[in-house]
């Protein structure tokens, strides 16, 4: 909240003279997809972090790894892609400005986050049980063993399918 509040402020006194309004109204507009982008990443960052913390084995992976995946990979795809825009703007096909660029990246950092929040939400939904209690088994990190538990999940759910077959004992 306070950085919020910071960014805030920092909104209302950096933005230019009223006399060039396209300019304010710009620096405005930036500000505020900063920080609905900052709120995003949070709740984005929140989800990825349980799911890596749950899953590795050390926190500074974990949280390295949600670092990269919420933050740094949006950057990384947007300056290629800005690269390559770019080499095609000399060409003179396309021009693309500092709004273009900035709606580019609010979508390209928004849809990254939505696909891990779906990806981590739903792990964390589905296998929350099962890798919590791995880590209590003896010997349950190797290949071996993850084969083991998958072959055991298939074939309980074959059990549970043939079991809808077979119709109710009927009682004396």
Same mark, same amino acid.
């Given at each position: 909240?306070?950085?919020?509040?910071?960014?805030?402020?920092?909104?209302?006194?950096?933005?230019?003279?009223?006399?060039?309004?396209?300019?304010?109204? +710009? @620096?405005? !507009?930036?500000?505020? =997809?900063?920080?609905?982008? $900052? *709120?995003?990443?949070?709740?984005?960052?929140?989800?990825?972090?349980?799911?890596?913390?749950?899953?590795?084995?050390?926190?500074?992976?974990?949280?390295?790894?949600?670092?990269?995946?919420?933050?740094?990979?949006?950057?990384?795809?947007?300056?290629?892609?800005?690269?390559?825009?770019?080499?095609?703007?000399?060409?003179?096909?396309?021009?693309?400005?500092?709004?273009?660029?900035?709606? +580019? @990246?609010? !979508?390209?950092?928004? =849809?990254?986050?939505?696909? $891990? *929040?779906?990806?981590?939400?739903?792990?964390?939904?589905?296998?929350?049980?099962?890798?919590?209690?791995?880590?209590?088994?003896?010997?349950?990190?190797?290949?071996?063993?993850?084969?083991?538990?998958?072959?055991?999940?298939?074939?309980?759910?074959?059990?549970?399918?043939?079991?809808?077959?077979?119709?109710?004992?009927?009682?004396?």
């Amino acid at each position: 909240m306070a950085v919020l509040l910071i960014d805030v402020a920092f909104m209302l006194g950096g933005a230019p003279s009223a006399t060039r309004s396209r300019e304010s109204t +710009y @620096w405005i !507009v930036m500000c505020l =997809v900063g920080m609905s982008m $900052f *709120i995003m990443d949070l709740f984005a960052l929140s989800w990825v972090a349980m799911w890596s913390g749950l899953t590795t084995t050390r926190t500074n992976r974990a949280s390295s790894g949600a670092i990269s995946k919420i933050l740094i990979l949006p950057w990384i795809v947007f300056l290629l892609s800005m690269t390559v825009f770019g080499l095609i703007a000399i060409l003179g096909r396309v021009r693309f400005g500092p709004v273009g660029s900035m709606v +580019y @990246w609010f !979508v390209l950092s928004a =849809v990254n986050n939505l696909i $891990f *929040i779906a990806w981590s939400k739903s792990r964390l939904h589905r296998d929350f049980r099962h890798v919590a209690l791995q880590r209590l088994v003896p010997g349950g990190s190797g290949w071996w063993h993850r084969a083991g538990l998958w072959w055991g999940r298939k074939a309980a759910s074959r059990k549970t399918d043939a079991s809808r077959d077979i119709p109710p004992l009927l009682s004396p």
